[in-house]
Structure formats: structure tokens, C-alpha cells
């Protein structure tokens, strides 16, 4: 994503070095951006317990859940958005969990098993799951 800014600051004449972020600027951007993605809806569990929490492919599962409302919220224009998001197989079926530490990826509320419940599942580099109550009608 910076290649582009790179090259054009080159062009107008600036020196342009590459470095690494690291802390404390790093832990204040990771922070920084924690906090904006839970006021956008993304749950604070789902945040504090996943691992790798801010993987476009955890976001993107997050984004699925409720497409029609969440897409709006992306940064789009990217060539990895544009591949994955036009090459997405998404299959939708009905399940069962029968135990288990799940988070509705629609209203952010724990499934309490035994649950039916909705499954999207997607394959972009690997096959993703997305679950949710059976019923959520939640609607940010």
C-alpha cells in the first residue's frame, strides 16, 4: 500500500527511507486501531481472544457475518480487497454446536451450546467459518 505514496514522494524530490515500527509507536497504533474497530461493532472478545486478532482474514470473517452493513466500513481500493473479495466461494448451511466458546460474529453474543445455528463458510487462502444464532436478527 505505500509502494505507491513511495514512488510518488520519490518523484516529487523527497528522500524516502523504510523502516520498522516498533514500540512504543507500534503497541500505540495497535492500541489505536483496537479501540476503533470495537467502537465499529467487532467484538472485544473476539479482539482480546483470537489469535492474531487484526488478520485480514479474522476481520474479513467479522465482515461477512453482516455484509450489507459492514462492507461500507472497509477500505476497499486495494488490489488484496479486490482478489479475495471478487474470488470469495461462500457456501451458507445450517448446524449444530453441542459445546464449545463461540462468539455470534453478527450481534457479538456468546452461542450458548446446544445451539442451531447459521454457518458461512469461505475459502480465500484457506476455508474460513463464520458462525452465528440460528435466529440473530441484530442490525447495527
Sequence with gaps: MFNKARKYLSEKGYTVISSKITDPLQT???DTFKEYIINLGVPQDYINYTKYP???HKLLRWVLADPSNRIKLCKTGWDSWQKYINNLNIERHTDYILNGNYICLK???KITPPA???VIKFFTNREYYVYLHYNCHFSQ
Design 28 to 30: 500505540l497504533i495497535e
Design 54 to 56: 487484526f488478520h485480514f
Design 107 to 109: 450481534c457479538g453474543y
Design 116 to 118: 442451531k445455528i447459521k
